[in-house]
């Protein structure tokens, strides 16, 4: 059964730093294509960064430059790391197995098989 559990978030003034981790279990993500996503309050869900099983990412433009993605094979683990935090980037963010569309951000969520259960990250200016 797969499982994605996502921590790491919480509180942080704007200019500073977070790092998301999504740890998965029942399956090896670095075969599929993985995402990061975020809700901010009262807004769709909308897609931050992809890697696919080649290890290619998509950014979106929004955190090009500020967010960046990797991931521990070993442990099965994906990482968000998120610099230069902006209020704007206050959102529930949620890890994803994505199945289709994973260099095209605007539409993968509606491609997603799993999802995981969200962490909150709340900047303030």
């Known amino acids: 059964q797969v499982h994605l559990v996502e921590s790491g978030g919480g509180s942080v003034q704007a200019g500073g730093s977070l790092r998301l981790s999504c740890a998965a279990s029942?399956?090896?993500?670095?075969?599929?294509?993985m995402g990061w996503f975020r809700q901010p309050p009262g807004k769709e869900r909308e897609g931050v960064v992809s890697?696919?099983?080649?290890?290619?990412?998509t950014y979106a433009d929004a955190v090009k430059g500020r967010f960046t993605i990797s991931q521990d094979s070993a442990k099965n683990t994906l990482y968000l790391q998120m610099n230069s935090l902006k209020p704007e980037d206050t959102a529930t963010y949620y890890c994803?197995?994505?199945?289709?569309?994973?260099?095209?951000?605007?539409?993968?969520?509606?491609?997603?098989?799993?999802w995981g259960q969200g962490t909150q990250v709340t900047v303030s200016a």
């Open positions: 994803a197995v994505v199945i289709r569309s994973c260099d095209h951000l605007a539409t993968a969520a509606a491609y997603v098989a799993y």
């Open positions: 029942g399956f090896m993500y670095s075969r599929y294509c």
């Open positions: 890697i696919d099983g080649d290890a290619v990412t």
